[in-house]
């Protein structure tokens, strides 16, 4: 049904930035939960920042505040994440995700999204 492609991933040294992208496409509701979880060897799928066209509540991860953007191009039907600062611990596969109706007020779980990107690695050295 939706589907999402990332972009934007790659490798870099600490410090330094990236703008992940994910354009949607196949969507039949006009109001989606969208946002972006990583997953690094070893760890639990993380939940980095959701955010929804209908207004309302925006999470970013506490270890991402500060450092990461999420914003939304309605036109284009695309997601983005502004990732700055970046250190070697947010090193992880990035996976775009959404599911229909809006946000929860509590941090992101996987299995609510049922749209999954393939992924783009970011890899940060030191």
């Known amino acids: 049904q939706v589907q999402l492609v990332e972009s934007g991933g790659g490798s870099l040294q600490a410090g330094g930035s990236l703008r992940l992208s994910c354009v949607a496409s196949?969507?039949?509701?006009?109001?989606?939960?969208m946002g972006w979880f990583r997953q690094a060897p070893g760890k639990e799928r993380e939940g980095v920042a959701t955010?929804?066209?209908?207004?309302?509540?925006?999470y970013y991860a506490d270890s991402v505040k500060g450092r990461f953007s999420i914003s939304q191009d309605y036109a284009k039907s695309a997601l983005y994440l502004q990732m700055n600062s970046l250190k070697p611990e947010d090193t992880a596969k990035y996976y775009c995700?959404?599911?229909?109706?809006?946000?929860?007020?509590?941090?992101?779980?996987?299995?609510?999204?049922?749209?999954w990107g393939q992924g783009t690695q970011v890899t940060v050295s030191s």
């Open positions: 995700v959404a599911h229909a109706g809006r946000c929860f007020a509590d941090k992101p779980r996987a299995p609510l999204f049922n749209y």
């Open positions: 955010t929804y066209r209908g207004g309302g509540i925006t």
């Open positions: 196949g969507y039949t509701y006009s109001t989606y939960c």
